[in-house]
């Protein structure tokens, strides 16, 4: 069993603060002051040039990547960290295409992070008029998913609502019909179990500075199937995925396996903060953090239907239908936001109208969640969000 007390006291939370947005920015780590201080110190300070190879900085992307692997059912040596999430959705629907080049569309929906659908569509825009970026409804996803489709770019669980789409029967049936999955684990990594072996997924990416705590710009991940990794040809065909960076030859060769995604120099300050993360995530157990989270969100959900009934629910009522996220629809939910921010209560604001409330339980617990459905229903009874300094938009919500 995972001691999730244990967990909460290896996190630097402020005090009187309840956090309810690790799904968009975890918390810091206690151990990431000491470990970036000895990384720039000790590493960068004395090594210099020589902690490539002293401090072995040079194998912390695919160490790392191993690390986040265990937690998304990947296979040892097939996930690598780089880059930030928008190029590793780029990389991957890029390799993804050249697989199918009888093909030329990319489906996804409209429930899709828009930066997926952005960096898509500009792919498709430079490879030329023939390709197209195909929208649909996430409801109907499955119906769109036909022998023409050459990707399908899915990002398993909803930004917005939490709505979590069934990984294993889409790529089953994307299978069946020779197309080639790009799954998006932005909210799944570190919030519900992911099984990217058992479902046959071909690529996924995802970033670790959600749910997953490795600090604000830290690395995105990439997997791709061991079946498929030595055939992928990388579109982002950088030194460092070279069989042999430092033969400096003018010809590209990919490297061996997973490597090949690699890009360029790796953050190594921004990856000493998540190795710190993932000390922590070393310990855990996703099925526990799965119940746990279950039990976090139907609490929450209780007690808000019970106290606020001016909110809507927006995310899906079954828990084996949503990830580690509760949302609910307000037409005043940025003021009503900015009005539990005042008081403690960290949650965040997604437009038109939705009030996101992520759930972690390395680091909430139920006192927490009672707190916060306390000092809710009190904004939301005595109307404390009508107040013209919650109605300021800021350029972050
Ligand atoms: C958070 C998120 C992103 C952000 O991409 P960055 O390049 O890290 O800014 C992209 N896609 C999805 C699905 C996300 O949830």
Known sequence: MTDFAATKAKFYLPHGMIYLDGNSLGPMPKEANARVHSMITDEWGQMLITGW??????????????RIGRLIGAEPGSVVVGDTLSIKVYQAVASALELRPDRKVVLSDSGNFPSDLYMADGLLRSLGPDYELRVVDPEVIAEHISDD???LLLTEV?????????MKTLTELAHSNGTVTVWDL???AGAIPVHLAECNADFAVGCTYKYLNGGPGAPAFIYVAPRL????????SGWLGHEAPFAFNLDYRP???IERMRVGTPPVIQMAALASALDIWDTVDMTDVRSRSIELTELFLKRVEATCPDLELASPRDPNERGSQISFRFKEGYAAMQA???RGVIGDFRAPDIMRFGFTPLFIDTADVEQAVEIMSKIMKDMLW???EYKIRQRVT
């Open 158 to 166: 909803d930004y917005r609502t939490g709505r979590m789409h069934d």
């Open 229 to 236: 990794a030595e055939k992928v040809r990388p579109a982002l």
């Open 149 to 151: 489709v050459a990707v």
């Open 386 to 388: 009508d107040n013209p």
């Open 255 to 257: 490297g061996t396996g």
């Open 340 to 342: 539990l921010i005042a």
């Open 186 to 188: 932005a909210h799944s």
């Open 53 to 66: 190879n002293k401090a072995g900085w040079m194998g912390m992307p695919t160490g790392l990547g191993d």
